[in-house]
């Protein structure tokens, strides 16, 4: 389905992928080149168990036990985010819906325009992601196959060993591609059912990238705009 460049009303999107897919630098340059406000659910959540809402203190009860915040709560705050947004804001979504009872109650109070999923290999992001290596006092992440140190293992900066998080260990790499793709098929099958679901392939951002933008910009750019463009 393509929206008319005319519309009048806001867009509303949802962008998804696995992680280490490029989902964050996607929506960096969504933000860059169109006029969309990017809504991440994790940053959220940060900000709530930082100002110490109801929100967050319940939230924080899950996530220190290592477990995801419940559908109810992940929906009460983001739905709580949009209606704080001025009237006539484009919109995009990053981490939320993660199940399909979110995707669902999502739906009942908001239209979703299109949903931008990009189907990375995963071969591509278990290579990508069990290369990083962090320097944990600056938060400093390198990677072995495209950013490495100038000394391997070794902090350009400081010097100080760099470390290698449990969460980039190629076995736990392993698990949450696993469960992400557990929860992702019925969420892109909901989509798709809808006729919004526009998926992107290829094993580099920049290959992915102009795709999405030529998208984009059939929807947000005027057609005047990108004739002169």
């Known amino acids: 389905m393509r929206l008319a460049s005319s519309l009048r009303r806001a867009v509303h999107a949802i ?103 990009l189907d990375v290999p995963f071969d591509t992001i278990c290579e990508r992601l069990s290369g990083r290596w962090t320097h944990l006092p600056s938060g400093r992440v390198y990677n072995v196959g495209f950013n490495p140190p100038k000394v391997a293992g070794i902090d350009d900066i400081t010097g100080e060993p760099l470390v290698q998080r449990e969460d980039d260990k190629i076995e736990t790499v392993h698990k949450r591609l696993q469960t992400y793709q557990t929860q992702t098929l019925p969420l892109l099958e909901f989509y798709r059912k809808r006729n919004i679901l526009h998926s992107y392939s290829g094993t580099k951002t920049d290959e992915i990238w102009p795709n999405v933008k030529a998208f984009l910009e059939t929807i947000l750019v005027d057609p005047k705009q990108r004739r002169h463009a």
């Open 15 to 117: 962008i998804m992928g696995p992680p280490g897919s490029g989902k964050g630098t996607v929506s960096s340059r969504i933000v860059r080149d169109f006029d969309m406000r990017h809504l991440s659910s994790g940053d959220l959540l940060r900000a709530e168990i930082a100002s110490k809402s109801a929100c967050g203190i319940e939230a924080e009860k899950y996530i220190t036990t290592g477990k995801l915040a419940p559908d109810t709560l992940m929906v009460d705050l983001i739905l709580s985010q949009l209606q704080k947004l001025p009237s006539g804001t484009n919109w995009l979504l990053d981490g939320f819906p993660r199940s399909l009872g979110q995707a669902e109650s999502l739906s009942e109070k908001e239209k979703v325009d299109f949903v931008i999923n």
